[in-house]
């Protein structure tokens, strides 16, 4: 696919796409915004350098975690252009860039093209805009983007504005050429497992990498196989790395879990200890994004951890309204207590200076 100027995936940097697919951290980006509430270039040019140094895969911007709302108040390009100039001046790393992709096809084309002329490798496509869509409605729109862009699937969980997706649905979406991952984050094994079927009766396993944004599964998902049987074929799938608001913060350890999670499931059989981390960082992730309250402060918990880091100068959001739940900087609290191992403080500390220069 991929035309009249569009880019496709055969077309990345080698090094960035094997990046993509042996599997790697991808923190969602957040948006830094000063006492002012506005848009703060240091602190949000500090934590792209964070990401880098702490050994992230490339970096996933304009996504849920940098706050839709930015295409609002004119922020959408700005924040793209922002993180691809400090990647690009700040290492020599081949790194996997991603930008968010939302809205209606005409909105969806040119935030695709405004990533591509910023040298984005993908999009990472969100298909909210059409609930109550035919499935032919949304097949026709993911490949126009995918004429634009190589494109990596999101599955948004229902509960924060996701819509339920067929099986029939992530067969076809998968079968689209310049389609190269997929995000998967309904929080729902079943749903999960239709993605999984879908890229297998495309027989597009080869090409199209899973991702996994099951927050509540972070581990599991990185540890267990999924072993489809579709027709005359029996496929096993792996998430290989994760594409997590999660993984904003103390994303060192985040990534130093990965590769010793990816370590264990080349070598196996998988020890208790590896298998007891799920507990441990579905307890973190529980407190970070607010499950109590609906996830309602997901992302100022995010921003919270950030601010006290010295990363960001707050954790406000855009919308004043956005802010921690009741509870929720004193669970921050306990994090701290009880897995002072997944925090990387002290890293933070160590170079703070140096990624706010």
């Not at 919308?319 to 900087?329: A, K, M, R, T």
Request: include cysteine; hydrophobic fraction near 45%.
């Amino acid at each position: 696919m991929a035309k009249n100027g569009g880019l496709h995936w055969s077309a990345i940097d080698p090094h960035a796409m094997a990046k993509l697919r042996d599997g790697a951290a991808f923190p969602a980006h957040p948006l830094a915004l000063d006492p002012k509430r506005r848009f703060d270039r240091e602190s949000q040019r500090a934590l792209s350098r964070y990401y880098i140094d702490a050994g992230s895969g490339g970096l996933a911007v304009g996504v849920h975690s940098t706050q839709f709302q930015i295409r609002d108040v004119g922020l959408y390009a700005p924040v793209l252009e922002l993180a691809a100039e400090t990647a690009a001046a700040w290492t020599s790393r081949k790194l996997f860039m991603i930008a968010g992709v939302i809205g209606k096809t005409e909105q969806a084309v040119q935030e695709a093209r405004t990533a591509r002329s910023l040298g984005y490798s993908a999009v990472l496509l969100g298909l909210a805009a059409f609930k109550g869509a035919s499935e032919d409605e949304l097949v026709a729109h993911c490949a126009a983007i995918a004429e634009e862009m190589p494109v990596i699937g999101f599955y948004l969980q229902t509960a924060v504005g996701g819509i339920k997706l067929s099986r029939r649905f992530w067969t076809r979406f998968a079968a689209i050429d310049n389609v190269i991952a997929i995000k998967v984050a309904p929080f729902n094994r079943y749903r999960t497992l239709d993605v999984a079927f879908g890229i297998a009766g495309a027989g597009a396993e080869d090409r199209v990498t899973l991702y996994t944004g099951n927050d509540d599964h972070i581990v599991l998902d990185l540890l267990v196989p999924l072993a489809i049987r579709t027709g005359n074929r029996e496929v096993t799938l792996r998430f290989k790395g994760g594409l997590l608001g999660h993984w904003s913060v103390w994303t060192k350890p985040a990534v130093e879990m990965l590769e010793k999670l990816q370590s264990a499931t080349a070598e196996g059989p998988l020890s208790a200890e590896m298998l007891k981390l799920d507990s441990y960082v579905t307890d973190c992730n529980a407190v970070v994004f607010d499950v109590e309250h609906d996830f309602a402060g997901c992302i100022p918990g995010c921003h919270e951890i950030l601010r006290r880091q010295g990363l960001m100068q707050t954790n406000f959001c855009l919308d004043p309204h956005e802010v921690l739940s009741p509870g929720q900087n004193e669970e921050i609290d306990r994090l701290y207590r009880t897995y002072p191992e997944w925090t990387d403080d002290q890293f933070v500390a160590a170079n703070l200076a140096r990624w706010r220069a």
